[in-house]
């Protein structure tokens, strides 16, 4: 038998007389019957008595123990609801009385140690009692003690508050507490998550209305430079934990307006912060809308990643290739909302997502922006070139070794064949065997400490190639190919687009076992037909490629001049498409500098 | 469409992939065989011939740099296997019972044939070529007046393996005297567009190699002659694959070199006979020269004297080959393209080739003067 029966037992059974009751009733009865009913209830009660006194001996001690701890919680929990009840009626509104309030707070959150409930007096001569609740380590103690409680119990206008009760919270907003951002709250469900997100409750005593002080100090990480996106000659700045910092990143970048920030609060138990962001004027009120609504529909226990919900925001959720693009640095998110796209944040998730994010979007990097055009444009070449090789190297060599060796120049079929001279395996073997080491070794380096896993990286990336090769279970030419796969396919700045193609690499590698150079084609056409399927927000993931668009093929592939980029992307219908003007370029004229100096030569002449 | 029906579909669709697909015989290419030349020799029975498989050893593979010359390794380098038989798919038989591995013929370099193959065997063995599938119809054929597997079983201190030495002299078309190489595919289709017939490199072993500076011509499979090393020249000329031919004039005892230009066949028919005129127009360079100082007029001179040879030596070999009734240049070819009904009217060509008068205009200009080409 669990606790809960046996509390629903002890609840469920009607309580005994009080002594004066039994004593009176004792003496009221008048009748036979009525003396016969009272005993057979006596022996009813003494009957269950028996029975819960039976329970009680059958447990530990210490669960006896907490039994009644917990039978006491639970009465004085209830008797601060009788009180709110008798004053408003509702158990959901503050009653005005201190006492009440903590003993409820004393007996629900209170219970745990890092709430904080502050019994104190308002006033020096004159005094009101006073309630300040506080969530200990995501509060600012300073503002607290000094900006709180400190100026409250030496406010000498007490009387003012005693003639007002109901507007004493309001007095003590104006008058007293400084704190920058104070609020006035009444529902318990809305003041508990309050407290529990960092914020100051201060109840006064005969006032309905409580404040909300905001004292929130989270512990945070500093802006650190981004790990998983770096930049050469970009902004240094990525996202924190804390949802705030990663607003204060943005706003910083555009500081107009028009930016806007729509909060939201998902999961029943987390009551996450989620900031819905997008650029008024510019971005298309369907998506932003779209987004918000897809948002408000899900329902979530707890919000632990922001990535539970890119699920909601992607069309197509079961796709290998990522809808939602994560980014950790604030520059790139605030130039995707000034192109026009919406931004999500997530509060505790250090990465912010935008949509609608296309397939080129996770192949563009800060460093395409920040230096010349022919860089850009050289950068994204090489990170496809990269993906190709990536791609399709261990593939080709799979069906050119097995399949197709006829379409090799005969040189270098007569080199292979000399490198693969005493190897007991296929091809395709090679290749697992390799690749599942690169996977070991990219595993392991990730989870270690970070100087150590550059040292087993290299070492073991050396050791264990040496030493398949010298063992004879691989090629050398292999090693070759494998490190220029590894390489190739991390070169996609978005980790999250890596992983894609690591997964449809063994696709393409069956593909090219099973039917040769075909197979590759086969594979390669079925990918492209599934990136041209796809779309999220209505926007195709494969734009500008597919459906053509020659305007934004300009900041595709390669990256044309600033100067081309007058108008935003077409594929996200924003409201405002024109981005820059470019001015009309007068002749300079002659500089003053030019004549000071002839003349000056003139002189010396 | 129910999620079963769609299985279903799915599951049949890749069966049926699978089930075309090669994997099942797939092989690593050090499983099989690398067959780099054949060699084709008549057999001693009637309606027969040889076969020569030849493939590199393991040993010569591992110890090869592919593109490189000779190590001079005492070892050897390649191995044969000889099949014989009325048909290609019996020697292959034959030899495929000799080795461990797969034969495989995707990879092959040269096709030697020997002169003294019968035009039956000979369209046979083509007929046969064409037929396997992994052959990609781009291996260099050869002609020998000697035994073909002598010839492969040559070697050269130029390349490791017989074929690479034929793969890298055809390869570069300006690297010889005469643009020689002639494809798979090329040989087979001028045996195939009525009108011209098909030449062969021929090739004879030498103290230090091979040598390759003739002509084998053929019409219709058939073996007819063997130009000389001078009628190769001129041959060349009129092909247009001449780049290295090269004239000495004892009169100036000029030498002019690097002979080579464009050849423009046309043909016309008047009052019922077939006229072919090749336009020669060609540039030269000087090698040497009796005075040092020459002038532009005995360089006029011997630029004539050049044109004149040239001419004079492309009509004999124009006539002899008329009187062979080979048509090498494919002049017939060029009348069915550019007069297509009169052409139908001269069936067979080979009647009415040797009447065709066949006028030569060759221009020789020495516009590089002493440099070295």
Same mark, same amino acid.
């Given at each position: 038998?669990?606790?809960?029966?046996?509390?629903?037992?002890?609840?469920?059974?009607?309580?005994?007389?009080?002594?004066?009751?039994?004593?009176?009733?004792?003496?009221?009865?008048?009748?036979?019957?009525?003396?016969?009913?009272?005993?057979?209830?006596?022996?009813?009660?003494?009957?269950?008595?028996?029975?819960?006194?039976?329970?009680?001996?059958?447990?530990?001690?210490?669960?006896?123990?907490?039994?009644?701890?917990?039978?006491?919680? &639970?009465?004085?929990?209830?008797?601060?609801?009788?009180?709110?009840?008798?004053?408003?009626?509702?158990?959901?509104?503050?009653?005005?009385?201190? @006492?009440?309030?903590?003993?409820?707070?004393?007996?629900?959150?209170?219970?745990?140690?890092?709430?904080?409930?502050?019994?104190?007096?308002?006033?020096?001569?004159? %005094?009101?009692?006073?309630?300040?609740?506080?969530?200990?380590?995501?509060?600012?103690?300073?503002?607290?003690?000094?900006?709180?409680?400190?100026?409250? %119990?030496?406010?000498?206008?007490?009387?003012?508050?005693?003639?007002?009760?109901?507007?004493?919270?309001?007095?003590?907003?104006?008058?007293?507490?400084?704190?920058?951002?104070?609020?006035?709250?009444?529902?318990?469900?809305?003041?508990?998550? @309050?407290?529990?997100?960092?914020?100051?409750?201060?109840?006064?005593?005969?006032?309905?209305?409580?404040?909300?002080?905001?004292?929130?100090?989270?512990?945070?990480?500093?802006?650190?430079?981004?790990?998983?996106?770096?930049?050469?000659?970009?902004?240094?700045?990525? &996202?924190?934990?804390?949802?705030?910092?990663?607003?204060?990143?943005?706003?910083?970048?555009?500081?107009?307006?028009?930016?806007?920030?729509?909060?939201?609060?998902?999961?029943?138990?987390?009551?996450?912060?989620?900031?819905?962001?997008?650029?008024?004027?510019?971005?298309?009120?369907?998506?932003? #809308?779209?987004?918000?609504?897809?948002?408000?529909?899900?329902?979530?226990?707890?919000?632990?990643?922001?990535?539970?919900?890119?699920?909601?925001?992607?069309?197509?959720?079961?796709? $290998?290739?990522?809808?939602?693009?994560?980014?950790?640095?604030?520059?790139?998110?605030?130039?995707?909302?000034?192109?026009?796209?919406?931004?999500?944040?997530?509060?505790?998730?250090?990465?912010?997502?935008?949509?609608?994010?296309?397939?080129?979007?996770?192949?563009?990097?800060?460093?395409?922006?920040?230096?010349?055009?022919?860089?850009?444009? =050289?950068?994204?070449?090489?990170?496809?070139?990269?993906?190709?090789?990536?791609?399709?190297?261990?593939?080709?060599?799979?069906? $050119?070794?097995?399949? @197709?060796?006829? #379409? =090799?120049?005969?040189?270098?079929?007569?080199?292979?064949?000399?490198?693969?001279?005493?190897?007991?395996?296929?091809?395709?073997?090679?290749?697992?065997?390799?690749?599942?080491?690169?996977?070991? =070794?990219?595993?392991?380096?990730?989870?270690?400490?970070?100087? $150590?896993?550059?040292?087993?990286?290299?070492?073991?990336?050396?050791?264990?190639?040496?030493?398949?090769?010298?063992?004879?279970?691989?090629? @050398?030419?292999?090693?070759?190919?494998?490190?220029?796969?590894?390489?190739? #396919?991390?070169?996609?700045?978005?980790?999250?687009?890596?992983?894609?193609?690591?997964?449809?690499?063994?696709?393409?590698?069956?593909?090219?076992?099973? &039917?040769?150079?075909?197979?590759?084609?086969?594979?390669?056409?079925?990918?492209?037909?599934?990136?041209?399927?796809?779309?999220?927000?209505?926007?195709?993931?494969?734009?500008?490629?597919?459906?053509?668009? #020659?305007?934004?093929?300009?900041?595709?592939?390669?990256?044309?001049?600033?100067?081309?980029?007058?108008?935003?992307?077409?594929? =996200?219908?924003?409201?405002?498409?024109?981005?820059?003007?470019?001015?009309?370029?007068?002749?300079?004229?002659?500089?003053?500098?030019?004549?000071?100096?002839?003349?000056?030569?003139?002189?010396?002449? | 469409?129910?999620?079963?029906?769609?299985?279903?579909?799915?599951?049949?669709?890749?069966?049926?992939?699978?089930?075309?697909?090669?994997?099942?015989?797939?092989?690593?290419?050090?499983?099989?065989?690398?067959?780099?030349?054949?060699? *084709?020799?008549?057999?001693?029975?009637?309606?027969?011939?040889?076969?020569?498989?030849?493939?590199?050893?393991?040993?010569?593979?591992?110890?090869?740099?592919?593109?490189?010359?000779?190590?001079? !390794?005492?070892?050897?380098?390649?191995?044969?296997?000889?099949?014989?038989?009325?048909?290609?798919?019996?020697?292959?038989?034959?030899?495929?019972?000799?080795?461990?591995?797969?034969?495989?013929?995707?990879?092959?370099?040269?096709?030697?044939?020997?002169?003294?193959?019968?035009?039956?065997?000979?369209?046979?063995?083509?007929?046969?070529?064409?037929?396997?599938?992994?052959?990609?119809?781009?291996?260099?054929?050869?002609?020998?007046?000697?035994?073909?597997?002598?010839?492969?079983?040559?070697?050269?201190?130029?390349?490791?393996?017989?074929? *690479?030495?034929?793969?890298?002299?055809?390869?570069?078309?300006?690297?010889?005297?005469?643009?020689?190489?002639?494809?798979?595919?090329?040989?087979? !289709?001028?045996?195939?567009?009525?009108?011209?017939?098909? *030449?062969?490199?021929?090739?004879?072993?030498?103290?230090?190699?091979?040598?390759?500076?003739?002509?084998?011509?053929?019409?219709?499979?058939?073996?007819?002659?063997?130009?000389?090393?001078?009628?190769?020249?001129?041959?060349?000329?009129?092909?247009?694959?001449?780049?290295?031919?090269?004239?000495?004039?004892?009169?100036?005892?000029?030498?002019?070199?690097?002979?080579?230009?464009?050849?423009?066949? !046309?043909?016309?028919?008047?009052?019922?006979?077939?006229?072919?005129?090749?336009?020669?127009?060609?540039?030269?360079?000087?090698?040497?020269?009796?005075?040092?100082?020459?002038?532009?007029?005995?360089?006029?001179?011997?630029?004539?004297?050049?044109?004149?040879?040239?001419?004079?030596?492309?009509?004999?070999?124009?006539?002899?080959?008329?009187?062979?009734?080979?048509?090498?240049?494919?002049?017939?070819?060029?009348?069915?393209?550019?007069?297509?009904?009169?052409?139908?009217?001269?069936?067979?060509?080979?009647?009415?080739?040797?009447?065709?008068?066949?006028?030569?205009?060759?221009?020789?200009?020495?516009?590089?003067?002493?440099?070295?080409?």
């Amino acid at each position: 038998m669990g606790w809960f029966d046996i509390f629903r037992r002890r609840s469920d059974r009607k309580d005994p007389p009080s002594s004066t009751q039994t004593v009176l009733d004792h003496k009221a009865p008048t009748s036979r019957n009525e003396a016969i009913d009272h005993a057979v209830e006596t022996v009813n009660s003494a009957t269950t008595a028996q029975e819960t006194l039976k329970i009680i001996l059958d447990l530990h001690l210490n669960v006896l123990r907490d039994l009644i701890s917990e039978t006491q919680t &639970f009465q004085k929990r209830l008797e601060a609801f009788t009180q709110d009840l008798e004053t408003r009626l509702s158990l959901n509104t503050f009653s005005g009385q201190v @006492d009440a309030a903590y003993d409820r707070l004393k007996n629900t959150i209170g219970q745990s140690p890092d709430i904080i409930l502050r019994r104190f007096y308002i006033g020096r001569k004159q %005094q009101i009692p006073a309630l300040l609740v506080c969530e200990d380590g995501l509060s600012d103690n300073q503002m607290i003690d000094q900006d709180t409680i400190y100026l409250l %119990q030496r406010f000498e206008n007490v009387q003012s508050l005693k003639e007002n009760p109901a507007i004493a919270h309001q007095i003590v907003h104006d008058s007293v507490v400084s704190i920058g951002h104070a609020t006035v709250e009444t529902q318990w469900s809305k003041l508990l998550i @309050d407290v529990m997100g960092g914020n100051t409750l201060v109840f006064i005593d005969g006032c309905l209305e409580v404040l909300v002080l905001d004292t929130v100090k989270y512990p945070a990480r500093a802006i650190e430079q981004p790990t998983t996106e770096r930049a050469v000659k970009g902004p240094q700045e990525s &996202f924190n934990e804390v949802i705030l910092t990663q607003m204060n990143l943005i706003r910083r970048r555009i500081k107009g307006p028009a930016l806007s920030f729509e909060p939201l609060v998902m999961g029943e138990l987390s009551n996450t912060s989620i900031i819905v962001a997008h650029v008024q004027g510019v971005a298309n009120p369907a998506i932003v #809308l779209a987004v918000k609504e897809r948002l408000a529909s899900l329902t979530l226990a707890n919000v632990e990643y922001g990535n539970e919900l890119s699920s909601v925001l992607s069309d197509n959720p079961s796709s $290998l290739f990522p809808q939602v693009r994560f980014s950790e640095r604030a520059d790139i998110i605030a130039r995707d909302l000034a192109l026009g796209k919406v931004a999500i944040l997530v509060d505790n998730t250090p990465y912010a997502m935008t949509v609608p994010s296309t397939f080129m979007d996770f192949y563009q990097t800060t460093d395409d922006y920040t230096g010349s055009f022919w860089e850009g444009s =050289l950068q994204r070449l090489i990170r496809f070139i990269g993906l190709f090789i990536g791609l399709l190297m261990p593939p080709l060599y799979v069906a $050119l070794i097995s399949v @197709d060796p006829e #379409l =090799l120049p005969t040189r270098l079929v007569i080199t292979i064949e000399a490198s693969r001279l005493g190897i007991p395996f296929p091809p395709i073997f090679e290749v697992i065997i390799m690749w599942t080491i690169i996977e070991i =070794l990219r595993e392991a380096a990730i989870r270690l400490p970070k100087g $150590l896993s550059t040292t087993l990286g290299t070492v073991g990336a050396i050791v264990v190639g040496t030493a398949v090769v010298k063992a004879a279970i691989v090629s @050398d030419l292999m090693i070759v190919i494998i490190t220029l796969t590894a390489l190739g #396919l991390f070169t996609s700045p978005v980790y999250s687009m890596a992983t894609p193609w690591r997964v449809l690499f063994w696709f393409v590698i069956i593909a090219s076992y099973f &039917f040769g150079t075909y197979g590759i084609i086969l594979a390669v056409v079925g990918i492209i037909a599934h990136l041209a399927s796809l779309e999220n927000f209505n926007v195709p993931y494969f734009s500008p490629f597919g459906p053509l668009n #020659l305007r934004d093929l300009k900041d595709s592939m390669v990256r044309f001049p600033y100067s081309a980029f007058k108008k935003r992307p077409a594929y =996200l219908a924003t409201v405002n498409p024109v981005q820059r003007t470019e001015p009309q370029r007068t002749p300079m004229p002659h500089p003053p500098m030019v004549s000071m100096q002839r003349e000056r030569l003139d002189d010396d002449v | 469409m129910t999620t079963s029906n769609l299985l279903i579909r799915i599951t049949l669709m890749m069966g049926l992939t699978l089930s075309l697909s090669a994997c099942w015989d797939n092989r690593p290419i050090n499983d099989r065989m690398l067959v780099l030349s054949m060699g *084709f020799d008549p057999a001693h029975k009637a309606h027969q011939y040889q076969v020569t498989f030849q493939a590199p050893t393991p040993s010569a593979t591992a110890s090869s740099d592919a593109g490189g010359g000779s190590s001079g !390794s005492s070892g050897m380098e390649v191995f044969d296997v000889k099949g014989t038989g009325p048909d290609l798919a019996a020697t292959f038989s034959q030899a495929q019972a000799q080795v461990s591995k797969d034969l495989f013929l995707g990879q092959l370099i040269l096709l030697a044939i020997s002169t003294k193959l019968p035009p039956g065997e000979l369209a046979s063995i083509m007929n046969s070529l064409t037929r396997i599938g992994t052959l990609d119809k781009t291996p260099f054929v050869i002609a020998t007046n000697q035994s073909a597997t002598q010839v492969l079983e040559h070697t050269s201190p130029q390349a490791r393996f017989p074929c *690479f030495y034929f793969l890298t002299l055809f390869s570069c078309p300006t690297c010889q005297t005469d643009s020689l190489g002639v494809r798979l595919w090329q040989f087979l !289709s001028r045996e195939a567009t009525p009108g011209v017939d098909a *030449f062969l490199p021929v090739v004879s072993t030498a103290p230090q190699g091979f040598t390759t500076d003739t002509v084998a011509l053929y019409r219709k499979y058939r073996y007819v002659t063997t130009l000389s090393p001078k009628e190769t020249q001129i041959f060349g000329i009129l092909e247009g694959i001449s780049h290295k031919a090269n004239f000495y004039f004892p009169r100036w005892q000029a030498d002019i070199r690097a002979v080579s230009g464009g050849s423009h066949l !046309s043909t016309a028919v008047i009052h019922g006979k077939v006229h072919a005129t090749i336009n020669l127009r060609l540039t030269a360079t000087l090698a040497s020269i009796g005075s040092v100082t020459e002038d532009a007029q005995e360089l006029s001179m011997v630029a004539q004297a050049a044109s004149k040879r040239i001419t004079d030596d492309a009509r004999r070999l124009i006539k002899k080959t008329q009187a062979l009734d080979v048509d090498p240049l494919g002049i017939g070819r060029m009348l069915s393209w550019q007069h297509p009904r009169s052409y139908a009217q001269y069936l067979p060509w080979h009647q009415e080739y040797p009447k065709v008068d066949v006028t030569v205009h060759c221009t020789v200009t020495i516009n590089k003067m002493g440099d070295i080409k």
